[in-house]
């Protein structure tokens, strides 16, 4: 029965840390999604929002570096592989209720491995960015609940975090 348990992907039979061999897996169409926050004061929300942070567009920058941080995932997360992206965007909208933002990163790539990193990694860069342009004047700021909500593609297909949520529910 040991063998019907989960096992991790990235380690060999020794134990040992290994890349996936993806090489006889499908090319295959792949997006995923990731979600995150970051909070702060009121007052950082409202300078971030007129466009008067003195190091200038937060939104702009942060949505750059996510962008460049989905590119070079690979070079961040040592066992993940080098992909060649075909799609990411960052969406960055203001949220009065945390104070804050929430930042949302989609990755879209055709292979053989998943982007589901590259969401992550894209959002939380997106998320660390925002804090650097206006730490000078909140650094109280708290960046979290980064997390995976859809992927799409692959052997495993299409997986929601909804629909893991509503597993066992009425």
């Known amino acids: 029965m040991a063998e019907d348990k989960p096992k991790l992907t990235h380690i060999d039979q020794s134990g040992a840390a290994s890349m996936v061999d993806v090489s006889e897996k499908d090319t295959t ?59 990411v965007t960052i969406e960055i909208d203001p949220d ?38 206006a730490k000078a004047v909140d650094r109280g700021m708290t960046v979290g609940e980064i997390r995976l909500l859809e992927k799409k593609g692959g052997k495993s297909g299409h997986w929601r975090l909804a629909d893991e949520h509503d597993e066992g529910e009425d």
Do not use: W
Not at 36 to 51: A, D, F, N, P
Not at 104 to 128: D, F, I, R
């Open 29 to 87: 169409s792949r997006t995923a999604v990731a979600r995150g926050e970051i909070r702060m004061k009121v007052q950082t929300l409202e300078m971030i929002l007129s466009g008067n942070a003195k190091k200038g567009d937060v939104l702009g920058v942060a949505r750059i570096a996510g962008i460049m941080a989905a590119k070079r995932t690979h070079e961040l997360i040592p066992l993940c592989h080098p992909l060649p992206l075909s799609k």
């Open 96 to 133: 009065d209720t945390l104070p804050g933002f929430v930042v949302t990163a989609t990755t879209k790539v055709s292979g053989q491995t998943g982007v589901e990193m590259e969401a992550l990694t894209a959002c939380s860069l997106a998320c660390l960015t925002i804090y650097d342009m």
